[in-house]
């Protein structure tokens, strides 16, 4: 089956890093997306790798090791308003661009 | 660029009346669009896959007849909610896929659906 796991929930403090896990066992992988989404609002796209290693985007980065179907998005220097729930998804085929989403995990950011 | 709206963003509806939900591309062609659907607190189910004048692709589970999509531009798909009862009540997202052969979906903003 299709199976992608993901923390629940977390919690960090402004100013810190924190490391959102996500691993996956699908069928077939042809890339992993990490989408933010705010409560009651649209998904926002956050990183796409489709290569091992790491992809850097200002403070958000995302690692991919495609043998241990695994993922992690790691934030740096928090803000309040990273609070929110960040979804790992997987597309498993090429050509089709469906997706298979994560549990998705809840941040909270404390002052 | 990428926009992609919803319309409405939320409604009310009696048990037993239909329900349709209009998602377009404001800036962009979109071959392919899909159809997902959200419970308080979860990830997002995928329902179907909508693509420009083709009948729509389900996911195992879902009732082709009572979830109605259709394509019909490369700029608007449309979700009916038939006969809807209050276990329909969710948030239902689309997202569309470009022409340009980008990797990522741009989501729309979403519709709470609530069912009396």
């Known amino acids: 089956g299709q199976n992608i796991d993901q923390p629940t929930e977390m919690t960090a403090t402004e100013g810190a890093i924190v490391q959102i896990n996500c691993t996956y066992q699908t069928s077939g992988f042809n890339g992993l997306f990490w989408y933010q989404q705010h409560a009651g609002e649209a998904p926002t796209f956050l990183s796409y790798n489709v290569l091992d290693g790491l992809e850097e985007k200002g403070r958000f980065s995302s690692f991919l090791s495609r043998s241990k179907g695994y993922s992690y998005l790691l934030l740096k220097e928090l803000q309040m308003k990273d609070s929110a729930s960040y979804l790992c998804?997987?597309?498993?085929?090429?050509?089709?661009?469906?997706?298979?989403f994560g549990t998705g995990t809840r941040l909270k950011v404390l002052a | 660029g990428a926009v992609v709206s919803q319309h409405p963003s939320w409604v009310i509806c009696k048990s037993g009346t239909s329900v349709k939900i209009e998602c377009r591309s404001l800036d962009f062609q979109a071959t392919t669009m899909f159809w997902y659907r959200q419970f308080p607190k979860q990830s997002l189910m995928l329902m179907a896959t909508?693509?420009?004048?083709?009948?729509?692709?389900?996911e195992q589970g879902v009732e082709k007849d009572k979830f109605l999509i259709n394509h019909a531009s490369l700029t608007l798909s449309t979700l009916t909610v038939t006969s809807a009862h209050p276990e329909d009540s969710s948030f239902y997202i689309c997202?569309?896929?470009?022409?340009?052969?980008?990797?990522?979906?741009?989501f729309g903003p979403g519709t709470r659906l609530t069912v009396l």
């Open positions: 909508s693509n420009e004048g083709s009948k729509a692709t389900y």
């Open positions: 997202s569309a896929r470009g022409t340009s052969g980008g990797n990522e979906q741009f």
């Open positions: 998804a997987v597309r498993d085929r090429p050509g089709t661009y469906k997706y298979i």
